[in-house]
Structure formats: structure tokens, C-alpha cells
């Protein structure tokens, strides 16, 4: 396992904890800690989740889970309470819980996607 953590870009300080990535080549189980944040997950292998893009709310309990290998992630994690600036829906119903962006309804996709396109006319 390959776990690196990198700071986020100056115009997302604000908002971003870090930045951070995952690369497995083996079965694995790992324990994920509470750390009050809420993560964007992009599943480039897509082993671990049945959507490539999902939202993990904040956790009230350490989790345990199991990788199958091969897999390929990059993250970003929010500083508290900052995500409630790039997704509108209510993150209360997000406590305990990882949702795709393909199973949820569209409006979280629009303000992702309204996100990173405000980041990428930034740079």
C-alpha cells in the first residue's frame, strides 16, 4: 500500500484539508480513523465501490475496510464543515455513510461539477 498525502492548492486552502491518494496492489483491510473531515473519493479502479465517484461523510466510528487489490484512489478531504460550500445537500445525512454521485440525486453532480470548473477558471 501507497498512501500519500499532498497540500491543497492555495485558492482551496480554506476549504481543503489535503489532498490525498491510495495505490494497492494487494488484498488488504484498513482501518479508516475519525477525523471529522468529509472526502471526495475518486475510485479510478473502481474495486471498491460500485460508483467511480462517491461522498464520504463524517464518522462517528472507526470503519474497517477490505480492498480486493488493484486499487487506485485520489481523495479530497474537507476541513469541517467546509464541504457545505460545494455541495448543497444536507451533510447530516451523509453521518456514517460513503454515497456515489451516480446513485444520488443530480444536483450534488452539478455542484461538483460547478466546483472544479470555478477551480480550474481560477488557475
Known amino acids: 500500500m501507497v498512501y500519500c498525502e499532498h497540500a491543497p492548492h492555495a485558492l482551496l486552502n480554506s476549504l481543503t484539508e489535503c489532498y490525498w491518494s491510495v495505490e494497492l496492489s494487494d488484498s488488504s483491510k484498513q482501518i479508516i480513523f475519525l477525523d471529522g473531515c468529509t472526502d471526495i473519493i475518486f ?48 451533510l447530516d445525512s451523509f453521518t456514517d455513510q460513503a454515497y456515489g454521485i451516480d446513485n444520488y440525486d443530480h444536483s450534488m453532480a452539478q455542484d461538483l461539477n460547478g466546483y472544479f470548473l470555478a477551480f480550474a477558471e481560477d488557475m
Open 43 to 90: 475510485n479510478f479502479r473502481n474495486g471498491m465501490s460500485p460508483s467511480p465517484v462517491f461522498v464520504v461523510g463524517i464518522m462517528t466510528t472507526a470503519m474497517a475496510i477490505e480492498s480486493d487489490g488493484n486499487q487506485d484512489i485520489f481523495g479530497i478531504r474537507f476541513k469541517p464543515g467546509m464541504m457545505n460550500n460545494v455541495i448543497k445537500n444536507f
